[in-house]
């Protein structure tokens, strides 16, 4: 029996024990990406889950099988926000000790949700400053007899995720043409995939990666896990240097299709689903909607004209205080937000004068920061605009030419634009 195989027929019985444990969340049309497609679009909404996420089917799985034994040793575990979360649910509902390794950048919000829902069955371990590094080290503490629960790297966890698609098949009440999951280490794709390709080999797989973490597209193109040296932590629920070796193979073996998209179309596909439709999703839930053929920049998916899919909104995890960041990406990745570097003349009306003269009627100043030079005729200025509309840049730059004053733009990938975002 292949790999595959063998997962798939773990799915059943992680149907079972879930049973009364995991909220049978919601499957829901959506009439905006729907219209913007030509497509059907239809959300399975596990950002409704108890802890706010998927994670929880994976975490409960693996230890509702652990002996006796096993979970007097208590059980530890990496995560990046939304596994540990997952890992307390599991630990409160079992009465299983549990420790949690996260990295430092996992946002607040999601370190005190542990706690939380822990009720008092879980530790919390800060360490690292990437998943990666958080795995190693609670790798080395279940080498000296701690139970680890892996992220994604396990079947049991992996058998686990794959219940939501099972699911959401059955709500559906049809067999759509394709279905579009967020990828971090592989765990809920290798998953998914197994049961889809037993009972559903038709259907199109489409795991979606943020550009800035493409663990899974790197293997496929090396042919085996590697581990990328630089990721983006941004959208912290996938971000991960390297794919799980067992999901890995499950992964090819199915063989899945992949997508990469930008970390600001993400932000901007966060703020359609808060603005429109009021869903609070996290970057790792809006990860898979954001490769929708919807009209906006970056990488996207092809689908036919009226294909029935079905999009993971996979977490809802979001502390409020990244939103900021959050609309700040979105601008940039749209070409609506520009730094500048303006060397303004130490006179009464200098910045007046910039505003009639390079400003458009709906442009907008949104940061400035001014040094005065005593000893100079000119003081620099950081200035950051927000154009009414992206086809005006070109417009901002001839006005820019022509208003005689020293001016220099901040380039994207320059190591000072990425010190303001």
Known sequence: MSNLADLAAQIPDALARLDGVARRTPVHYNERMSSLTGSQIWLKREDLQPVRSYKLRGAYNLMSQLSA?????????????????????AAA???????VVVPHTTPRQKRQRIMEIGRGWVDLVMHGATYDEASEEAARMASE???????????RTAAGQATLMAEAFEQLGFVPDAVLLPVGGGGLLAGSAAWLRTNHPEVRIIGVEPEGAPCVAAAISAGRPITLTDIDTFVDGAAVKRVGDFTFEIIREAKVELVRVPEGQICTEMLEMYQTEGIIAEPAGALAAAALPTGGLGQRVQLPTGSRVLVLVSGGNNDVSRYAEVVERSLIHEGR???FLVDFPQQPGALRTFLDSVLGPDD???????????????????????LGNPN??????????????????????????????
């Open 145 to 155: 007899g701690m139970p680890l629960v892996p992220a994604f790297n396990d079947p």
């Open 93 to 99: 509902a079992l009465e299983v000790h549990a420790t």
């Open 69 to 89: 034994e096993e979970k007097a040793a208590g059980v530890v575990c990496p995560s990046a926000g939304n596994h540990g979360q997952g890992v307390a649910f």
């Open 337 to 339: 937000k520009r730094y």
């Open 392 to 421: 005006d840049y070109r417009f901002l730059l001839n006005r820019i030419a022509e208003s005689g004053m020293k001016v220099d733009e901040v380039a994207y990938d320059s190591p000072f634009f990425r010190f303001l975002i």
């Open 364 to 386: 907008d100043i949104t940061y400035f920061e001014y040094v005065k030079r005593s000893s100079r005729d000119t003081g620099p200025a950081l200035v950051g605009v927000e």
